[in-house]
């Protein structure tokens, strides 16, 4: 019997990707979960109302807010409840008083399960709270007696640790009852650790469906949009305290190697005195080893070759300030006891440190600290960016512009500078980027502020407001106090305060914004996060640190939506990004600094873009990554970075050419599947092992041959004739023929890399579809992606087993690290990798790691399993280790994979 017969009924009519979720539903169903990921905007709620009147049994639905909570039960009302249905116990957002469908968020069932009695503080009420009263309350039994079968979760991804647990505990008492389980989300934890993920798999499922971007733009669901960046240097005085703090980190090198004191206490190491007890402790951190190597090489102090040995280089780099941190870090923390050292000169070289900034919380940084960090990724060069892409965007919108900024912090302390123009502003926020814009943006463009303790509009906005109030049914006064400048003259913008019920605050000043009173709203990423919703808006600005895939994705997710009565719009999403200067990067590049120790917004904004699937600036491909950035190319000089930037105004400006970009790329990629590609590259994927092994097999065949002939000429000299000879003879002959020309046609495939890459590929499949990890009909592709590089993945298969299957080849090929199995190779031949790394899914048994290295040995050749946690093992793991950190040039050569990342393809490619 289904409890939803005449009382829910669907109006609308389904998109092309819900009708296959439909169709598919109880397929997914068959172990009681259905797991479907999609984008904002692809319609996930009415999708899930549809399978719960499917399912036809009383639901519960889970949400992270009270807005999303609502929305649920609004979407019932509007899109699925009939006429004829009778309106008392069908819809609840109690938990103790449940009806056919009951909506509440994760915080209220966390209380519910843990009889909490107080005031519930919601994230989405700026500063409200409900009454709640659990005490004494069953809620397992009250589920039970409303007979529940069916849970729905919503967005559970970014729970807090505490609701982690008491969902788990309600669901794992749900599931033995048998319920369905629906989960739906727009951002799974794809970049959460393995533990993490497993943790949110075993609660929601396997990923049965993925709804992509590019299929909702094509369906009409999202708008065509765009990633733009715009790049600043620091401030002038920013950029002299990066230079002071460098200079002072120099100049405390030089000292450090000229002070007799300092060498000795360097010298007195008894770790590295002692090789023979000490040798496998000390390389369980090979950059320290390595440190101490080149200190003693820089300072002339004799050491023990055998280390060098051991780390298997035979020249070291020059001593710097990135092994100086290194040194003093164990000096004077993490391996104090090692080193016959003063107390009193520990002491004195600490507060030296700290004085000089280059001690923060028991942590030395030399390079890098965090106030550095936090100067750059907060540089006031941002606020440009900010005003020069308003600028840029209202010079091509005009009236029909609605921008969002989205950014961390209010900064309130800052309001008494509004109207004030001989005030600086000095910091990133609400408050200063809006009277950055006030004073310096186009006059014409109408600014505004929505966060939860400050309201500012336009005083021409304020009728516009006051009708909205006039028409609510809840009880509330609106005030307003114009800001002046320091003459009294009025500003044109004032700030609101609004008394009595509230609840509605947010929906107002959004009605307000698309109505064109507000052009450009500002506020905080907490509360025009998720659940806010306002489809007019047309560009982004993320003025925001956040680098999750998760939390960018929901603050994107505000921009891309398509907005009723407007089929042609678009929108533009802005990063922002400070570098250093060139003379600074080059500088560090040389100090072995990595990408993302350059610059923190860079190592961001990367994160970002490997979260999203977006056309290209050419148009030629979608897929996420940086890589379809094109223009983002350095060197990142001053002159580089005006020619990104005005690039990036021009592509922003020429909304008609994203709109074709996208509207060519669909139809490119008609029947579109998302492959989860691995990059390797072409000049260090050597095939030389295997193929003088089969080489070698063809050497011996083709030896035995000559061998059996020259018996076989000798038994005819002999006069030996008879029959069975000959037969044997031929027999010989024939096996041994039929083998060389096997081996050789083997011999002839591995002389392709890219064949090669494929049958590793082959090898990573084969082991994990014996381990069932992959279930579905699927295969192996490489192809050449640009002459530089080759590409692998799987086609077809899931979401996850794609994600799987590319992770397991990431770290085959990855750098060595701590891995517990290796393929080890001794003899691997020149520019042969001698180690490879068995995949972490493989690695948790022996059994597993035999099981990898069995299917791989048919494409690597003699490559032996190596178990690193016994003596034997340890040693091979740690010259892996010690080589690729010693130099840290040499780290990078030992990287085969350069990179992955999500690629749309059409089906019949």
């Avoid at 949110?200 to 990633?227: A, K, M, T």
């Avoid at 390079?367 to 550095?372: D, E, H, L, R």
């Avoid at 999403?573 to 570098?579: E, G, K, P």
Wanted: proline share 3%.
């Amino acid at each position: 019997m289904n409890v939803y017969d005449n009382i829910f009924k669907f109006k609308g009519s389904w998109r092309s990707y819900q009708e296959r979720v439909l169709k598919h539903a109880d397929t997914y169903l068959q172990d009681g979960k259905i797991h479907i990921v999609a984008a904002p905007g692809s319609g996930k709620t009415t999708l899930g109302i549809e399978l719960i009147r499917r399912l036809g049994c009383p639901a519960l639905i889970l949400s992270p807010r009270l807005v999303i909570r609502e929305q649920w039960l609004e979407r019932i009302r509007e899109a699925f409840l009939t006429e004829d249905a009778e309106h008392g116990n069908i819809l609840s957002n109690d938990l103790k008083s449940p009806g056919l469908v009951t909506s509440i968020t994760y915080q209220t069932l966390y209380s519910g399960m843990n009889r909490y009695k107080g005031e519930l503080q919601e994230e989405d009420t700026a500063g409200g709270s409900q009454s709640v009263d659990f005490s004494g309350f069953d809620l397992l039994e009250a589920v039970r007696t409303a007979g529940i079968r069916v849970i729905c979760l919503d967005e559970c991804h970014h729970l807090r640790s505490e609701w982690w647990a008491a969902l788990e505990h309600f669901m794992h008492e749900m599931e033995n009852a048998g319920v369905k389980v629906i989960s739906l989300t727009a951002t799974p934890p794809y970049d959460s650790t393995p533990s993490q993920w497993e943790r949110y798999i075993q609660l929601c499922g396997p990923i049965d469906e993925e709804i992509i971007v590019p299929e909702l733009v094509r369906e009409g669901s999202l708008c065509p949009h765009q990633d733009y960046v715009y790049f600043n240097f620091p401030t002038g005085e920013e950029e002299e305290k990066v230079r002071d703090f460098r200079n002072q980190a120099e100049s405390l090198l030089q000292s450090l190697m000229a002070d007799r004191e300092f060498l000795n206490i360097m010298a007195s190491h008894q770790k590295m005195l002692d090789y023979d007890t000490y040798a496998e402790t000390m390389l369980e951190e090979p950059p320290y080893v390595s440190a101490m190597l080149i200190f003693y090489t820089a300072a002339r102090i004799p050491f023990d070759t055998r280390w060098k040995k051991l780390l298997g280089v035979r020249n070291f780099p020059e001593m710097d300030v990135h092994w100086m941190e290194i040194l003093l870090q164990k000096l004077l923390f993490d391996d104090k006891d090692s080193f016959v050292c003063d107390a009193y000169y520990r002491e004195t070289l600490t507060k030296q440190l700290k004085k000089q900034q280059f001690l923060v919380r028991q942590r030395v940084g030399l390079v890098f600290n965090s106030g550095i960090q936090k100067l750059l990724t907060n540089s006031l060069g941002k606020l440009e960016s900010i005003k020069a892409v308003v600028k840029t965007e209202f010079r091509s919108m005009k009236s029909e512009l609605r921008m969002l900024i989205l950014t961390d912090y209010i900064r309130k302390e800052f309001k008494t500078i509004i109207g004030n123009p001989d005030a600086e502003v000095k910091s990133i926020g609400v408050v200063p980027i809006f009277e950055m814009l006030r004073r310096e943006a186009a006059p014409d463009c109408r600014l505004g502020v929505l966060c939860g303790s400050m309201i500012i509009l336009p005083v021409t906005a304020l009728p516009c407001l006051e009708a909205l109030l006039r028409g609510s049914t809840e009880n509330c006064s609106m005030s307003a106090r114009e800001f002046a400048d320091r003459e009294g003259n009025p500003t044109g913008y004032a700030q609101i305060d609004i008394s009595g019920r509230t609840s509605d605050t947010t929906k107002w000043i959004t009605q307000v914004f698309e109505a064109g009173y507000v052009q450009v709203l500002i506020g905080t990423k907490s509360l025009l996060g998720e659940g806010w919703d306002s489809p007019g808006i047309n560009s982004l600005i993320l003025a925001s640190f956040v680098g999750s895939y998760i939390l960018s994705n929901q603050m994107r997710g505000r921009a891309i939506r398509v907005m009723q009565g407007n089929p042609e719009k678009t929108s533009n999403i802005w990063h922002l990004v400070c570098i250093e200067n060139q003379k600074e990067v080059r500088a560090m590049r040389r100090l072995g600094c990595d990408e993302e120790m350059l610059s923190e917004d860079f190592a961001t904004l990367k994160r970002r873009m490997k979260g999203f699937i977006g056309v290209s600036y050419d148009g030629t491909s979608i897929e996420d990554g940086m890589e379809r950035l094109d223009i983002i190319q350095g060197p990142f000089d001053r002159k580089r970075v005006l020619v990104i930037n005005q690039k990036m105004e021009e592509l922003a400006g020429n909304r008609e050419g994203l709109r074709q970009k996208w509207k060519d790329a669909i139809l490119m990629y008609d029947g579109m599947e998302v492959m989860d590609e691995v990059e390797v590259e072409q000049g260090r994927l050597k095939t030389k092992a295997v193929f003088f092994n089969i080489m070698g097999l063809v050497f011996l065949d083709v030896a035995s041959m000559v061998i059996i002939q020259g018996i076989h000429i000798w038994g005819e000299s002999a006069g030996k004739k008879d029959v069975f000879s000959l037969l044997l003879y031929l027999a010989a002959m024939l096996f041994l023929s039929i083998g060389m020309i096997f081996l050789v046609w083997k011999g002839i495939k591995y002389l392709t890399p890219l064949r090669y890459l494929q049958l590793i590929g082959n090898g990573v499949l084969k082991s994990l579809e014996y381990k069932g990890l992959i279930l579905s009909a699927a295969r192996v592709e490489a192809s050449d992606l640009n002459g530089a590089f080759y590409e692998v993945y799987l086609k077809g298969g899931s979401v996850r087993e794609k994600d799987i299957f590319s992770n397991c080849v990431e770290e085959f090929f990855g750098v060595v690290d701590n891995q517990r199995y290796l393929l080890y190779r001794r003899h691997a031949g020149v520019g042969m990798m001698k180690y490879f790394c068995v995949p972490e899914i493989f690695a948790k048994s022996r059994e597993d790691a035999l099981l990898f290295s069995e299917c791989m040995k048919k494409t690597m050749g003699s490559y032996k399993l190596i178990y690193t946690r016994n003596p034997e093992g340890r040693k091979i793991l740690i010259q892996a280790r010690a080589h690729a950190y010693a130099n840290r040039a040499d780290r990078e050569l030992q990287r085969l994979v350069t990179g992955r990342k999500r690629k749309v393809k059409s089906r019949l490619e």
